[in-house]
């Protein structure tokens, strides 16, 4: 059972735009801007999105956004290419004694 | 550019110590700001946060294995390392070291990770 709750998977055609949700607690996404979220590729490791909800690290394309709204944190992928296909996980920061918490992930099928 | 590598045994025997070590270069362990982790990814799930150690020697444990886990840091040879104890079959996974950084919040760059199986 994850601390953070995601859709197991979602789907989107290219060109389209899909959007995934992270719901967490006051304790978690809530209370903190220290929402991030991984990309992760089969057999790959993962790699770094988003940082502080809603920034994006030097090179990754400015197609993938953050956002938040109370306790839920999204990932909008927008202009979805065939090589955004893969799994996405959601973090936070937590103030209880498991200080990083993540999502369950969730598979971008891009059909 | 930060580069992790993890090294350790592909292969565990049940109730022993799982060790593995992350080498790093491009980046000194000791600059501040940084923690220095291990988060792991049992067969198709997803992931967990194991644990991370300051270059002071400060540690944070996940809880669910607070009992079981000890990271240590090797300034010298800018590495750090992971020892999880009684391990079972339950334990196989991916494990990665990773960077946190603290002002974001996040773990900015990780190793490309280390499949240890428990087994006899």
């Known amino acids: 059972q994850s601390a953070l ?107 | 550019q930060v580069q992790l590598q993890e090294s350790g045994p592909g292969l565990v025997e049940p109730s022993q110590t799982l060790s593995l070590t992350c080498t790093v270069s491009g980046g000194s362990i000791t600059s501040g700001g940084y923690y220095w982790g291990w988060i792991r990814q049992l067969p198709g799930k997803g992931l967990e946060w194991i644990g991370y150690i300051y270059y002071s020697g400060s540690t944070y444990y996940n809880p669910s294995l607070k009992s079981l886990v000890t990271i240590s840091i090797g300034t010298s040879k800018n590495h750090f390392s992971l020892r999880l104890s009684s391990v079972t079959a339950a334990d196989t996974a991916v494990y990665y070291c990773a960077r946190y950084a603290m002002v974001q919040g996040s773990f900015d760059y990780w190793g490309q990770g280390a499949l240890v199986t428990v087994s006899s």
């Open chain 1, 5 to 111: 709750t995601q859709p197991a998977s979602v789907s989107g055609s290219p060109g389209q735009s899909i959007t995934i949700s992270c719901t967490g607690t006051s304790s978690d996404v809530g209370g903190y801007e220290y929402v991030s979220w991984y990309q992760q590729h089969p057999g790959k490791a993962p790699k770094l999105m988003i940082y502080d909800v809603t920034n994006r690290p030097s090179g990754v394309s400015d197609r993938f956004s953050g956002s938040k709204s109370g306790n839920t944190a999204s990932l909008t992928i927008s202009g979805l290419q065939a090589e955004d296909e893969a799994d996405y996980y959601c973090s936070s920061y937590s103030n209880s004694n498991t200080l990083v918490v993540f999502g369950g992930g969730t598979k971008l099928t891009v059909v």
